[in-house]
């Protein structure tokens, strides 16, 4: 996968000495493009090209910010800016439904394949029907964020763009019709909440941030801003001294917008930048970094947000996927550490982390490591008669050991349910091979 930005720096390079591309360029810029990088832009995005002269000058304006000057302003008060906060929650949710009962695992083996088959593929449509009615009119998905120290506290509804993304990216490779609208609803709110050059953030109180925003632009690719790759220079400027990428973008006056120990490299985060942007010299240190981790097993505390392994394994393995390069050499030892989440009897530690192993099997080719018959059993028993999967924490710090920041996790059925579908449309193309 190529750098994005040198699409941009590809077509300017090329006018500067093609004059009958610069014509047409400047005739029907995206027809052009298209044309000649082989590339598919967002259809309803208009694309200008001017040229300057001697005697003409352009001067090109950055669409304005989707916040006023206070806002803008109030956002950069962190913990004080509380309405910003409350503007981004919802009406308190409901209690958390205690999750089924799982007795058809054992049964796997007496089943046979295609009725094993057909019973992923209805519990596929099941569960597409529920998310149906689990994103709003805008296309978001909602998540719900709660206490994980003190179930007393009331937990709210969140609609953050990350969430909607994230679980968006499950569906992105179903062909059934159903997930594809769900997904097209997605991305039309991904367009309406980005802010220029291409940056999403997760509340309107917090800066933007690139796990936001990789995913963002993960999904809505052939949107021209990321096409021609507009918020790269920026995500890579947001690099420290290891040439790892930093969480949070935090103007001059921002350094105390969001806590200490948040503004640090996180694998998960990084490993959904180099997804995004690709492998190339900018990226190395970085896919290196994962790369090593990955070979020496997790750390103890590898990501402050994303505990569990296998959540970390899922984004390494999309970046391992998508960008062939350094990365690569990971495939068979990732392999490894994937399959030894599983307990003697070959189970993961939740329906949620065995999506996620899934996922991640497949993505890598080694999904065959697994009983994919065993995992099917397990995610189908799992279902809710409502067609959802139940809500398990999707990202937090569950051990508690930041304070007050850190017992904050999030979580939802949605969530839950988006992984399930991506992992059953795993597992079935694999036993139809």
């Excluded at 090329?14 to 995206?30: G, I, T, W, Y």
């Excluded at 999403?200 to 690719?221: E, F, K, M, N, V």
Aim: charged share 25%.
């Amino acid at each position: 996968m190529k750098l994005s930005v040198n699409l941009e720096n590809a077509v300017k390079s090329r006018a500067e000495h093609d004059r009958e591309f610069r014509s047409r360029l400047v005739q029907n810029p995206k027809l052009t493009i298209e044309t000649e990088f082989e590339k598919k832009l967002a259809g309803d995005h208009e694309i200008h090209v001017h040229e300057h002269s001697s005697k003409v000058t352009h001067i090109v304006l950055p669409p304005l910010s989707k916040y006023t000057e206070a806002e803008r302003q109030e956002a950069k008060t962190g913990a004080g800016s509380l309405e910003f906060l409350r503007k981004t929650l919802y009406d308190p949710a409901p209690p958390r439904r205690c999750e089924s009962s799982n007795t058809a695992t054992s049964q796997s083996s007496s089943v046979s394949t295609q009725t094993l088959l057909e019973a992923a593929r209805q519990s596929i449509r099941r569960g597409l029907e529920f998310l149906q009615t689990a994103i709003d009119g805008k296309g978001a998905w909602y998540c719900i964020r709660f206490n994980l120290a003190d179930p007393n506290i009331p937990r709210h509804f969140e609609k953050p763009p990350f969430v909607s993304a994230l679980c968006a990216l499950a569906l992105a490779g179903s062909n059934e019709p159903c997930a594809k609208a769900l997904c097209a609803a997605t991305r039309a709110y991904l367009v309406n909440t980005m802010e220029y050059p291409g940056f999403w953030r997760y509340y309107r109180h917090l800066p933007q941030d690139l796990d936001s925003t990789a995913l963002g632009s993960l999904l809505i690719a052939d949107h021209p801003w990321i096409m021609l790759g507009r918020n790269i220079e920026l995500i890579l400027a947001n690099r420290d001294e290891h040439g790892r990428f930093m969480t949070w973008l935090l103007d001059d006056d921002q350094p105390d917008v969001v806590s200490t120990f948040r503004i640090e490299a996180d694998p998960v985060v990084n490993a959904n930048v180099i997804a995004q942007i690709g492998d190339c010299a900018e990226t190395r240190n970085a896919q290196q970094w994962l790369a090593q981790m990955v070979e020496d097993g997790l750390p103890a505390a590898p990501s402050k947000w994303y505990q569990e392994p296998a959540s970390i394994y899922y984004a390494i393995a999309r970046a391992v996927m998508r960008v062939s390069g350094a990365l690569d050499q990971l495939r068979p030892i990732l392999g490894d550490r994937i399959v030894q989440l599983q307990d003697e009897s070959g189970e993961f530690s939740d329906v949620f982390q065995a999506a996620q192993a899934v996922c991640a099997l497949y993505k890598i080719g080694c999904i065959d490591r697994i009983d994919s018959k065993q995992l099917l059993v397990r995610i189908i028993s799992s279902q809710y008669e409502d067609g959802s999967w139940p809500e398990l924490l999707a990202f937090g710090d569950k051990s508690l050991r930041f304070g007050a920041f850190g017992q904050i996790g999030h979580a939802s059925d949605a969530i839950t349910s988006a992984f399930c579908i991506e992992a059953l449309e795993c597992l079935v193309r694999n036993l139809e091979r």
